[in-house]
């Protein structure tokens, strides 16, 4: 068994730090997050973590069936792995977020890009959680959000960060 160089042991004290400073925010960003919601009375909890679909079996761990999008009879079965799902009971059933974790600036991940269909990965992802994770449950989508952990922490984009509540009081 060989000792770490120097190099390396400096190296892994950097990023001691840097994934400490990434966890003392992690509370105040928790609490950014629920603040909305909690004023609504939704406790938003989280439920999975790192959830699959359609991917092949593999080491890392179960994967649920694939989303299926049919249109004018073309088939298109897509694959993801979702970084986290939180759900919380809602009348009638209950609601969920999709979270997706992002390291980089916040300007780079917008609502309008989903809006304009510029970027897909989120709007997939809560199709999928709603028709393949909790198919046959009642169950509907409250919110998008990346979650920027080494910056400004939870951005929510759809329905909009002006109002992230707005989807908890719409019907259908």
Not at 30 to 56: C, D, I, M, N, Y
Not at 58 to 63: I, K, L, R, T, V
Request: net charge positive.
């Amino acid at each position: 068994l060989r000792a770490p160089s120097p190099a390396s042991k400096v190296l892994w004290e950097i990023e001691g730090k840097r994934l400490r400073r990434s966890a003392e925010r992690y509370l105040p960003h928790w609490q950014k997050f629920v603040a909305p919601w909690l004023e609504q009375k939704v406790t938003p909890r989280p439920h999975h973590f790192e959830a699959s679909f359609g991917l092949p079996p593999g080491n890392e761990g179960p994967s649920a069936a694939p989303l299926i999008l049919c249109v004018d009879g073309v088939e298109v079965r897509i694959g993801g792995r979702i970084d986290r799902v939180d759900v919380a009971e809602i009348e009638g059933g209950f609601g969920f977020w999709i979270i997706d974790y992002k390291t980089g600036s916040s300007s780079r991940y917008t609502g309008g890009d989903l809006q304009e269909f510029k970027k897909l990965q989120l709007t997939l992802y809560a199709l999928a959680v709603e028709s393949v994770l909790f198919a046959g449950q009642s169950a509907r989508p409250l919110g998008l959000a990346y979650w920027l952990v080494t910056d400004t922490g939870p951005k929510t984009v759809m329905p909009g960060s002006r109002q992230p509540t707005t989807w908890l009081h719409e019907v259908g």
